[in-house]
């Protein structure tokens, strides 16, 4: 960091289910394949494929919560509460995430109907029932054979308030500017740290937070997620405009970096955090 500034944890957020929305929390177990609970659930068509907030935004309306015992309670406005446990001894089966094929083990039914209610399609929930073997990271940046949940490649993702507030700058100066300020919600981060300056996380190879350090994988590429309002599902240009304008680092439209843990432990907020590389 630079000289002065201090950085620390600012929020800790955890998405059970990928692409629903989440919960915060004061604290979190980091886990090698991400927080614990964090995107160990996610929905999958009729032949396997994820289904995320990309096709069907309508999923941002919807929350989910972890329970004692790796289970979730899934919410939604207008609808009852649902309790799902994890499933036990159920067969695992193909899923596929970008293309890449892995297994995992299907929610009882009732899971699938009331997700498919939600979303008025046929869709199923998947638990990841065995994240230290089902999922690798790409080799050529998991050279340990690292793993990974249902996260869209690595186990965490970090973004900087002073960040976000410089993109709010960059969205105030341009086209869109009513779509601005945005929040930090419709970035999904696992971490969100305060202290640093604006984009110092281009710069960083490995960091340490709390207890437990961190190899800085590559830029968060964002997609369309991004442009949809997490407490309404409605989509606008903003923040991929602006970063596509702005933040281009290779093909890479960037808003925050990707991190593989090098150790296990817990995070808390206020936990400091240091530049190790």
């Known amino acids: 960091m630079s000289k002065g500034l201090e950085a620390v944890v600012h929020g800790i957020h955890i998405h059970p289910v990928k692409s629903v929305g989440g919960y915060d929390s004061t604290r979190a177990e980091v ?3 991400g927080l614990a ?6 929905l999958v ?35 009852d509460d649902l309790v799902v446990e994890p499933p036990r001894g159920a067969a695992a089966e193909k899923v ?4 890449v094929e892995f297994e ?10 009331w997700f498919s209610a ?12 065995d994240p230290a073997r089902r999922r690798p990271i790409k080799p050529a940046y998991a050279p340990n054979g690292e793993t990974v949940s249902f996260a869209d490649g690595f186990p965490l993702q970090i973004a900087t308030l002073a960040s976000l507030d410089a993109l709010n700058d960059l ?9 601005g300020p945005l929040p930090m919600n419709r970035f999904r981060p696992n971490l969100v740290l305060a202290g640093t300056e604006p984009w110092a996380e281009d710069t960083w190879s490995r960091i340490c937070v709390g207890e437990v350090s961190f190899r800085v994988a590559k830029p968060c590429g964002r997609c369309v997620i991004t442009t949809t309002d997490q407490a309404t599902a409605e989509r606008g240009k903003e923040p ?3 970063l596509a304008r702005h933040r281009r680092i290779g093909r890479a439209l960037a808003f925050g970096v990707l991190v593989i843990p090098e150790n296990t432990g817990t995070v808390h907020v206020g936990d400091p955090v240091k530049v190790l590389a």
């Open 104 to 113: 995992a083990v299907a929610a009882a039914d009732e899971a699938h109907r």
């Open 240 to 242: 991929l405009r602006s």
């Open 37 to 42: 609970g964090d995107r160990r659930w996610m």
């Open 118 to 129: 939600h979303l008025d399609a046929e869709v199923r929930l998947m638990h990841l029932d």
């Open 31 to 33: 886990e090698p394949w």
């Open 45 to 79: 068509d009729a032949q396997g494929v994820a289904v995320t907030q990309r096709e069907r935004p309508a999923l941002a309306l919807s929350s989910a919560a972890t329970l004692p015992g790796g289970g979730v309670r899934l919410s939604s406005p207008g609808r």
């Open 96 to 99: 596929s995430l970008f293309g």
């Open 171 to 179: 969205i105030a100066r341009g086209d869109r500017a009513a779509e």
